[in-house]
Antibody, heavy 118, light 107 residues
Framework: QVQLVQSGAEVEKPGAPVKVSCKAS????????MHWVRQAPGQRLEWMGWVNAGGDDTKYSQKFQDRVTITRDTSATTVYLELRSLRSEDTAVYYC???????????WGQGTMVTVSS | DLQMTQSPSSLSASVGDRVTITCRASQGISSYLAWYQQKPGKVPKLLIYAASTLQSGVPSRFSGSGSGTDFTLTISSLQPEDVATYYC?????????FGQGTRLEIK
């Protein structure tokens, strides 16, 4: 079954880092770039960044440039999002997504809720 | 950054109606435009990519058109299961950006 399965919900304090994982299965992992998209409560979808199919190139939204790292582990067919220096405004559902055609997202993880609260 | 603006922000229509949602880019994006459907409490679903290509498994009542700066998503005959928020997305390079969403309800 083609799917992306993300790690569970996280509750973090302001200033802490969080790392979310996304395990891919059912397709050739190394054939697709992967992105992370987040959605704060009641807000629009927001793109955070991208790692290419080979894992040797990344690109991030300027908004998160200094705080985010996206990596992938081919042997584990898993993609990771690390977001540092968390703020209350980072409270959101975080999605990993598979890229077709250079930026359309045909497969979504189930989402990981990250809550930032003191 | 390039902005994506959808209209209307919300819409109420009757079952069987033809529904059109518009998305405008602040600069030309060729056909690098996708549409997503997000039902309440659910994960977004890809409907259309490359402005007019229907994603596999999506009902044929959904269609997309446009290029450059102006795009539309059309539902030819609204069904109860189409209640959702619809987002457009541009992907002609970083940053990828989404519209603010159009909430569609049944009248």
């Amino acid at each position: 079954q083609v799917q992306l399965v993300q790690s569970g919900a996280e509750v973090e304090k302001p200033g802490a880092p969080v790392k979310v994982s996304c395990k891919a299965s059912g397709y050739t992992f190394t054939s697709y770039a992967m992105h992370w998209v987040r959605q704060a409560p009641g807000q629009r979808l927001e793109w955070m960044g991208w790692v290419n199919a080979g894992g040797d190139d990344t690109k991030y939204s300027q908004k998160f440039q200094d705080r985010v790292t996206i990596t992938r582990d081919t042997s584990a067919t898993t993609v990771y999002l690390e977001l540092r220096s968390l703020r209350s405004e980072d409270t959101a559902v975080y999605y990993c997504v598979r890229d077709i055609q250079g930026g359309a997202f045909d497969l979504w993880g189930q989402g990981t809720m990250v809550t930032v609260s003191s | 950054d390039l902005q994506m603006t959808q209209s209307p922000s919300s819409l109420s229509a009757s079952v069987g109606d033809r529904v059109t949602i518009t998305c405008r880019a602040s600069q030309g994006i060729s056909s690098y435009l996708a549409w997503y459907q997000q039902k309440p409490g659910k994960v977004p679903k890809l409907l259309i990519y490359a402005a007019s290509t229907l994603q596999s498994g999506v009902p044929s009542r959904f269609s997309g058109s446009g290029s450059g700066t102006d795009f539309t998503l059309t539902i030819s005959s609204l069904q109860p299961e189409d209640v959702a928020t619809y987002y457009c997305q541009k992907y002609n390079g970083a940053p990828i950006t989404f519209g603010q969403g159009t909430r569609l309800e049944i009248k």
